[in-house]
Nanobody, 121 residues
């Protein structure tokens, strides 16, 4: 099973930007549809963005559309989440995972430790 390691989180002011990375342990990463999820304190984990194995199809939660961009570099076994115009409500631990499909963002892999994103007002 592929192992995933998230990185790139940090503390940023509202309106700022961060770029998260999700590094995969296996070269078969290029065959997986992938997604980003987040979990804020006291809340359920929620879907953020999805990307097809080739990268030509993406989907976003309404709350991040127009601000976040998901991408991937299959040659580097890595997926990214560019987050712009960050808001305090984006504060959460961010996770990546293998998902069923872009239209069915159900996670099917193991969860990593995630990366903390904190946005101050």
């Amino acid at each position: 099973q592929v192992q995933l390691v998230e990185s790139g989180g940090g503390l940023v002011q509202a309106g700022g930007s961060l770029r998260l990375s999700c590094a995969a342990s296996r070269r078969t990463f290029s065959s997986y549809t992938m997604g980003w999820f987040r979990q804020a304190p006291g809340k359920e984990r929620e879907f953020v963005a999805a990307i097809s194995s080739s990268g030509d199809s993406t989907d976003y939660a309404d709350s991040v559309k127009g601000r976040f961009t998901i991408s991937r570099g299959n040659a580097k076994n890595t997926m990214y989440l560019q987050m712009n115009s960050l808001k305090p409500e984006d504060t959460a631990v961010y996770y990546c995972n293998v998902i069923v499909s872009v239209g069915v963002a159900r996670p099917i892999g193991s969860w990593g430790q995630g990366t903390q994103v904190s946005v101050s007002s």
